[in-house]
């Protein structure tokens, strides 16, 4: 009963150590993965005038995608940097000096990784599909009601139908174009060109239509059925214009593989023929809904051996090594969805792959420290690590 006692304490001292990690590693991949927006959310709001509150929904929308790798990496670094801190205290020499094997300590882990596994798949299943369709609504919303947004200036865009624009400066705030040129070939047959020094937008979101009203400006018509050519200029004019991405949803109505539930990835998968592009990539999305939950185990396996061992190497090096076999993991998983993409590998094996190879690293790793014999190879990594450092000096 006393040792059933002091193990449960332990089991729940461990538990512990492994959250104050894992919310702070949480908060700052998150943070890191969002700053590939910063500058853009900066641009839509000084520079176009889309209101704080739209960008702030719009960036929500987007985090639920992010945490189904940011939940798995998190994981991963809140039981290494706990195992870590209890290596480098001697906490572990202490625990296995007082009778605990390293196998002993693997219940909270285990139950931390089974959190982290439903925080996963709940994004994954639910979180993500959700985000992304929010994302493309409230997006299609921010559009329709400043059609400028989209815009780039000097560059030739061509998000409406059939009409290609190209806007020397856009005025975000007054919604003004200056030095605006248009291809248009909305009428079969004819290419009409107009040039002017001005325009104006004006939108109807309910229609999707939008009108630029262009001033002191010139059209030249082509008509490619009788070689005829018709020019003119004009102080005012009224060009119509419609998002293409905006017709080509009302028109299909499709959503993207990453935008279904598991229910209509079923039905997709059911409704397309197999051994075609569409159903391997089909297949790969559902089984990849799956597989990165379960990395919470596989990354969180090997982190135990290797927050153990890094005791013998700088405090720092943990970090470095955890966020080096994520990195691992990641690339794996990546070139597994290519490799079954093209057909080398059954898509099961390309997305499950990954977890297996740093599930089955983790468990020799363990197994060896369990045996206080660690392999060679994470003796040799600081020294892998510091070699380019060495070779600059040179």
Not at 42 to 69: E, K, Q, R, Y
Not at 215 to 228: L, P, Y
Not at 319 to 328: E, R
Request: hydrophobic content about 45%; some cysteine; proline content about 5%.
């Amino acid at each position: 009963m006393t040792f059933m006692k002091i193990n449960s304490i332990i089991n729940r001292y461990v538990f512990r150590e492994m959250m104050p990690p894992f919310f702070i590693s949480l908060v700052l991949f998150t943070f890191l993965f969002l700053m590939a927006e910063i500058l853009d959310v900066t641009d839509l709001v000084v520079n176009h005038g889309v209101s704080v509150s739209s960008v702030f929904f719009l960036l929500l929308c987007s985090i639920p995608s992010l945490l189904v790798f940011v939940f798995p990496m998190s994981t991963m670094m809140g039981v290494l940097l706990a195992f870590l801190r209890m290596s480098n205290d001697n906490e572990i020499i202490a625990m296995k000096g007082g009778g605990f094997s390293l196998y002993r300590l693997l219940p909270p882990v285990f139950v931390f990784c089974f959190i982290g596994f439903l925080a996963t798949a709940f994004m994954s299943i639910y979180g993500s599909p959700w985000g992304r369709l929010s994302f493309k609504a409230l997006l299609l919303e921010t559009a329709t009601s400043n059609i400028h947004v989209g815009l780039k200036e000097r560059t030739f865009n061509d998000s409406f139908q059939d009409v290609m624009l190209y806007v020397s400066k856009i005025d975000g705030r007054e919604k003004t174009l200056t030095d605006v040129f248009i291809e248009d070939r909305q009428t079969s047959g004819i290419v009409s060109t107009v040039v002017a020094p001005k325009g104006k937008f004006l939108s109807d979101p309910e229609s999707s239509q939008f009108q630029l009203t262009l001033f002191n400006g010139m059209i030249n018509n082509v008509n490619q059925k009788d070689n005829t050519v018709h020019f003119l200029s004009f102080d005012t004019y009224d060009f119509n214009l419609k998002l293409a991405q905006v017709l080509s949803a009302k028109k299909h109505g499709r959503k993207s593989r990453k935008e279904m539930s598991l229910a209509e990835l079923r039905q997709s998968l059911d409704e397309t023929g197999k051994n075609t592009p569409r159903y391997k990539a089909m297949l790969m999305e559902y089984h990849k809904r799956f597989s990165i939950p379960v990395a919470c185990f596989v990354l969180g396996l090997i982190a135990v051996p290797l927050g153990i061992q890094s005791r013998l190497t700088k405090r720092s090096f943990g970090m470095v090594l955890g966020l080096f076999f994520f990195l691992i993991y990641y690339i794996l998983l990546s070139a597994g969805w290519v490799v079954s993409e093209s057909g080398i590998c059954p898509p099961v094996i390309g997305i499950w792959g990954p977890n297996l190879v740093i599930g089955a690293v983790g468990l020799y790793l363990l197994i060896c420290n369990a045996k206080e014999r660690p392999p060679r190879i994470i003796s040799l990594l600081p020294r892998i690590f510091t070699w380019p450092s060495f070779v600059w000096r040179q």
